[in-house]
T-cell receptor
Framework: KQEVTQIPAALSVPEGENLVLNCSFT??????LQWFRQDPGKGLTSLLL?????REQTSGRLNASLDKSSGRSTLYIAASQPGDSATYLC????????????FGKGTMLLVSP | GAVVSQHPSWVICKSGTSVKIECRSL??????MFWYRQFPKQSLMLMAT?????????EQGVEKDKFLINHASLTLSTLTVTSAHPEDSSFYIC???????????FGSGTRLTVV
């Protein structure tokens, strides 16, 4: 059974810092990996999706890497801003899976001004 | 882009009553919809997968008689929590997927509180 772990569970940083969120998964037979943002009491916003054949994806200040063989992914946020404060979720799609995702518990990020 | 509307965004109900949550795909045909549940500080857990016109497939440990899922059209799926109890209080999120598109689009979620 696939398990997804995110470290740290919570992170508090001052504005402007670069930071790294970690995600690990137990079964490397994944179709893709996705990073989401969730604001309190809200739904999910997809940030980056990395196919299993890819090593990384970038969008603005966000960069996500994937090392499928070791079961790890990182989300790098450059020059953090207070508006980045949210919970970040990592999720993997099982191979040949049709959109069913296995989620980690998330990292709650607080960026203070 | 694909948009999924979920309603209501929050609901409070009394124990023993039933609550219906709607998930609509606004600009695409959702052949498959997924329902997730999220307890505080926990992962989103898949509850069930439904294909339009078919019975939903429930994950292990999810009571199909308690969580009724209907996916009668390509744009609407409903989740009904029957005889709700306080332990059913949670955040419920749907995801809708268009045929041939592997990733779903998530709704905004429904916060259910049973008192």
């Amino acid at each position: 059974k696939q398990e997804v772990t995110q470290i740290p569970a919570a992170l508090s940083v001052p504005e402007g810092e670069n930071l790294v969120l970690n995600c690990s998964f137990t079964d490397s037979a994944i179709y893709n990996l996705q990073w989401f943002r969730q604001d309190p009491g809200k739904g999910l916003t997809s940030l980056l999706l990395i196919q299993s054949s890819q090593r990384e994806q970038t969008s603005g200040r966000l960069n996500a890497s994937l090392d499928k063989s070791s079961g790890r992914s990182t989300l790098y946020i450059a020059a953090s801003q207070p508006g980045d404060s949210a919970t970040y979720l990592c999720a993997v799609t099982r191979i040949s899976g049709y959109s069913t995702l296995t989620f980690g518990k998330g990292t709650m990020l607080l960026v203070s001004p | 882009g694909a948009v999924v509307s979920q309603h209501p965004s929050w609901v409070i109900c009394k124990s023993g009553t039933s609550v219906k949550i709607e998930c609509r795909s606004l600009d695409f045909q959702a052949t498959t919809m997924f329902w997730y549940r999220q307890f505080p500080k926990q992962s989103l857990m898949l509850m069930a997968t439904s294909n339009e016109g078919s019975k939903a497939t429930y994950e292990q440990g999810v009571e199909k008689d308690k969580f009724l899922i209907n996916h009668a059209s390509l744009t609407l799926s409903t989740l009904t929590v029957t005889s709700a109890h306080p332990e059913d209080s949670s955040f419920y999120i749907c995801s809708a997927s268009e045929q041939g598109i592997s990733q779903g689009t998530f709704g905004s979620g429904t916060r259910l509180t049973v008192v």
